[in-house]
């Protein structure tokens, strides 16, 4: 029949109290204690093998603040928030709050639900900044903010607001990360923007102001774990990130990206095969720029052959997943052929790495992704992969593109070679 139905079962938990915030997010808090959770869904919607699966998997914790909706980078042509006065609708630009709305709809409101915990994110004091930046740079984005804003480089505007959301984004992520190591769940997810990856430790790019996932992995790091993966699916080349970590060998860093090089002073890295690290971290850094167009079958071929080699020489006691559902098929900032099915792989390849090494701990960070509705369905594709979910959970409202696979062998091929896997 029909009807709301549910079964008790035994779960691990962090609860004594829950209360629901201002921006609708359920909060609990207090001492980790076993108890009896009771799992009720609409029998016409999951069915009997519906509601076991959702009783018997590991939850997603989400971390999310509707305070870093506050960050509004302005109107223009596309990024440059230039008015060229012959224009009657200018764009919005495109690392909008909208495209994060509908992240947050599609978890409370879409199939997945079921599966998430959410958790009410929080800001991060100046000091915890320093995890990952310098102290001057900190102190420019402090002064940047009392002035009232400053373009930081181009496209990546602080305005009023962008400072209270860039703390929020890197406070959330800490505490996701915190409560990994905390043992309150092994699969936690940073809902966050400004994105990070971009943001070196000396200064703002690419949209990005603090570097969100750099500070996570130092605090995993500062706290005793030994050897730290961060696999960045972005479009776009993780720079930030590989450079605060580029002589480091207790760090690796791994970015699958379009083959964009470098954009300019703020980014001089060129994200090519070449650049593998420095010192002890010679090797500790893995760029995969794939051809313009790479699809589903391109990107899991690049994760085989290279990402999960590398993971086995690495073995990681934490993994950090930066994802950005820019590499779409359908993103104004990229030129990547992923479908919600490639995303969803990545997540299961993912998801099966940390079950290896990490004894299943897996961080996923937000960053890009511009298509204010596609992205979100990306969104959703992944974490049913990192859930390891046994069937599609939502089917692609739009994609269809006739891949070619051969693109990208013969570059993935090419940097198999220079790490010797």
């Known amino acids: 029949g029909r009807g709301l139905v549910g079964v008790w079962v035994p779960c691990y938990m962090s609860v004594v109290c829950g209360s629901v915030g201002g921006d609708g997010v359920w909060s609990v808090s207090g001492c980790p204690a076993t108890c009896l959770l009771f799992v009720g869904v609409w029998v016409e919607t999951l069915g009997e093998w519906g509601l ?36 009657e609708v200018l764009e919005p630009h495109p690392e909008s709050a909208n495209r994060v709305r509908n992240m947050v709809s599609i978890l409370q409101k879409g199939p997945i639900s079921p599966y998430i915990v959410w958790q009410r994110g929080r800001p991060a004091h100046l000091s915890e900044l320093l995890l990952f930046h310098s102290p001057e740079y900190v102190q420019e984005l402090v002064d940047a903010d009392a002035r009232g804003g400053k373009s930081m480089c181009e496209g990546t505007i602080l305005n009023p607001g962008s400072w209270d959301a860039a703390l929020i984004a890197a406070g959330s992520t800490l505490q996701a990360m915190q409560h990994i190591l905390d043992g309150h769940a092994k699969l936690v997810y940073a809902l966050v923007r ?18 969100n996932a750099g500070l996570a992995v130092q605090l995993s790091i500062n706290s005793g774990c030994k050897r730290v993966a961060v696999i960045d699916i972005d479009v776009h080349y993780g ?16 970015s699958l ?112 992704g511009y298509n204010v509705t596609y992205s979100s369905y990306c969104l959703h594709a992944t974490l049913e992969g990192i859930l390891n979910l046994t069937s599609p959970l939502l089917s692609d409202p739009i994609a269809y593109y006739p891949e070619d696979e051969t693109l990208a062998i013969p570059k993935i091929e090419q940097i198999k070679q220079c790490y010797s896997l």
Not at 72 to 80: A, L, N, Q, S
């Open 257 to 368: 990206h379009m083959n964009h090089g470098s954009w300019g002073p703020s980014h001089p890295q060129t994200g090519l095969a070449d650049e593998m690290g420095r010192g002890r971290g010679l090797g500790f850094n893995l760029n995969i720029p794939l051809p313009n167009g790479t699809g589903d079958r391109g990107y899991e071929l690049a994760m085989c052959r290279l990402v999960i080699p590398m993971l086995s020489r690495f073995k990681p006691e934490i993994i950090v997943m930066v994802i950005g559902q820019d590499s779409s098929a359908f993103d104004p900032n990229g030129r990547q052929c992923l479908t919600m099915v490639g995303f969803r792989r990545l997540g299961q390849i993912v998801r099966e790495q940390a079950e290896l090494y990490s004894s299943g701990r897996v961080l996923v960070v937000q960053e890009g």
């Open 52 to 87: 076991m699966e959702i009783a018997m998997l590991e939850k997603l914790h989400v971390f999310w603040h509707a305070g870093m909706l506050a960050h509004h980078p302005g109107h223009g042509v596309f990024d440059t928030i230039l008015d060229p006065g012959f224009l």
């Open 239 to 254: 720079n930030g990130t590989a450079e605060g970590f580029y002589e480091r060998d207790d760090v690796l860093t791994i």
């Open 194 to 211: 400004p994105p990070g990856h971009h943001a070196q430790p000396t200064r703002a790019d690419g949209y990005c102001f603090l570097n």
